[in-house]
């Protein structure tokens, strides 16, 4: 089997990346080891509306409920109200994802990519230490596909990235480890997304409030890995359901664990090899959220390997030029959370109530992460020494 590029993961970076490759011309195979495409569901399910500006989706079949913004909570109550179009990408939609990552595999097929389920990447194919494509097993029978690009969209467990000698690892504290029900007869009284912060909440993390409909919640918790141990997650999102009245009589219809990064993106290009998605680490580090920057990255990497395709140039010189173009439209604020993330961990719950106290009739039409921070700062002289090393990146 000869290939322009394979694509390893059918997620949105994957399906997206196939999509604008094959758009360009070139010969893709998006394989992917589960036997159907978004299932398991492995996401809280939300995404900013600014999906609708990618033209990548017909109709709305993949939209359970539009928000209309978010809720910060903080350990006392204290509740920061944001408007859904400054509320960042986790608060638009929330999705049925299962349809969501199909709509999104069935644009790349339709743009001229081929598919192939149940069909696990075991390697990389090698000749005289050149990358050719890989070894897989598809439905337990071994093949080798040979390719000019290899792919890695395999979330952030990726063996392409490891393969290919990049540094994969994750430590703890660049890991969450995170556990969601659906939950049905809850009460959902608006459309708000919600998340609730707190070191005995969810330490290093936040529960989040998903609202699907008017009876139906995705309600999960993500955690820090370093700050946890087995089980903890699900004993904490149950203590917090057993907390809400409006949750507690709720019934469970699906139960979800996972892991999401929030770390610093990594090196996304070698010869022949590119990253996108959680792979590449291309997630927000204080939210986990990462559905947009998967969107965008993987139309950036597939228009490049387009480009490379046409050029006959699969070297690392030639396809850096997409991870130029996502340090550029994303890199900087990813690098930027990555430090918001270290200094609100420092936070404890009295520094957090105080801050929401600061924002609860804070005029975000006006919002921006410098401007939040100044009006912190002016409020509470206090938080600068802490706050300086985040100002200093939000500057940048």
């Not at 990519?113 to 990358?131: E, W, Y």
């Not at 070191?199 to 139906?216: C, L, M, R, S």
């Not at 520094?351 to 509470?380: C, P, Q, R």
Request: one cysteine or more; a neutral charge; hydrophobic letters at 40%.
């Amino acid at each position: 089997m000869k290939y322009d590029v394979v694509v390893i993961g059918s997620g949105p970076a994957g399906s997206v990346t196939a999509r604008f490759a094959a758009q360009a011309g070139a010969k893709v195979l998006i394989i992917e080891r589960r036997a159907e495409v978004g299932v398991p569901v492995l996401c809280g399910e939300g995404i900013s509306r600014k999906v609708d500006h990618y033209h990548l989706l017909e109709g709305k079949r993949w939209v359970a409920n539009s928000m209309d913004g978010a809720r910060i909570i903080s350990p006392d109550g204290t509740r920061v109200k944001i408007a859904a179009q400054f509320a960042g990408a986790e608060t638009g939609y929330v999705l049925y994802r299962d349809i969501f990552d199909q709509e999104l595999a069935r644009g790349a097929v339709h743009a001229g990519a081929k598919l192939m389920t149940n069909t696990n990447a075991i390697g990389l194919l090698k000749k005289n230490d050149k990358i050719v494509g890989i070894k897989a097993l598809c439905q337990d029978e071994p093949m080798d596909i040979e390719a000019d690009v290899v792919v890695g969209a395999d979330g952030v467990e990726s063996k392409v990235g490891k393969w290919a000698g990049i540094k994969t690892t994750l430590k703890p504290d660049d890991l969450e480890t995170c556990v969601q029900y659906t939950l049905t007869n809850v009460d959902c009284p608006d459309a708000f997304c919600d998340f609730y912060l707190g070191k005995k909440i969810a330490p290093g993390g936040y529960v989040w409030v998903f609202p699907k409909g008017k009876d139906v919640a995705n309600v999960g918790i993500g955690i820090l890995s370093s700050l946890s141990e087995s089980g903890l997650a699900l004993k904490l999102l149950d203590d917090f359901i057993a907390r809400h009245p409006e949750l507690k009589k709720g019934e469970p219809v699906r139960l979800l664990s996972g892991a999401d990064p929030v770390a610093k993106p990594i090196e996304s290009v070698r010869d022949h090899i590119v990253l996108v998605g959680d792979a590449a680490r291309h997630v927000d580090p204080i939210t986990g959220g990462g559905l947009t920057t998967a969107i965008e990255g993987g139309m950036m990497a597939g228009e490049v390997i387009g480009d490379a395709v046409k050029s006959q140039r699969f070297d690392r010189d030639f396809l850096i030029t997409y991870e130029k173009r996502w340090q550029e439209a994303y890199g900087k604020k990813l690098l930027r959370n990555y430090i918001a993330k270290d200094v609100l961990l420092d936070m404890d719950d009295k520094t957090l109530n105080m801050l929401a106290d600061s924002l609860k009739d804070y005029k975000f039409e006006e919002f921006s992460t410098l401007s939040i921070l100044k009006a912190l700062v002016g409020k509470h002289p206090s938080l600068l020494m802490k706050m300086a090393p985040l100002m200093k990146a939000a500057r940048a």
